[in-house]
């Protein structure tokens, strides 16, 4: 099984930046599209930004186009979401999510994070 651990989130000011980091635990790292989602109270799960296995492209959301940088790092089998100019509608819980069937979808595949909080004030 594929286990996936998010941190980095917390409390922070509108216009601050977080770095959200997932570790992947299991074999072969590089075959694995890697993606970020959130969930805000009240409202359905949001892909955000994802890239695809073996080396694929990288690709973002609209809302978060420009803000957010999302990078894999195969040495430390972990990927990254930077977060800058945060905004309050930014609040949410942040997700990893791993998927071995395929390129970058906006569902993303079968293994979760249990996600980090972020939440932004103003």
């Known amino acids: 099984q594929v286990q996936l651990v998010e941190s980095g989130g917390g409390p922070v000011q509108a216009g601050g930046s977080l770095r959200l980091s997932c570790a992947f635990s299991?074999?072969?790292?590089?075959?694995?599209?890697l993606s970020w989602f959130r969930q805000a109270p009240g409202q359905e799960r949001e892909f955000l930004a994802g890239?695809?296995?073996?080396?694929?492209?990288?690709y973002y959301h609209d809302s978060v186009r420009g803000r957010f940088t999302m990078s894999r790092d195969s040495s430390k089998n972990s990927v990254y979401l930077q977060l800058n100019n945060l905004k309050p509608e930014d609040t949410a819980v942040y997700y990893c999510?791993?998927?071995?069937?395929?390129?970058?979808?906006?569902?993303?595949?079968?293994?979760w994070g249990q996600g980090t909080q972020v939440t932004v004030s103003s």
């Open positions: 999510n791993a998927d071995d069937q395929g390129p970058v979808t906006r569902d993303g595949g079968n293994y």
């Open positions: 299991g074999d072969n790292f590089e075959a694995y599209t």
């Open positions: 890239i695809g296995w073996y080396g694929g492209s990288t």
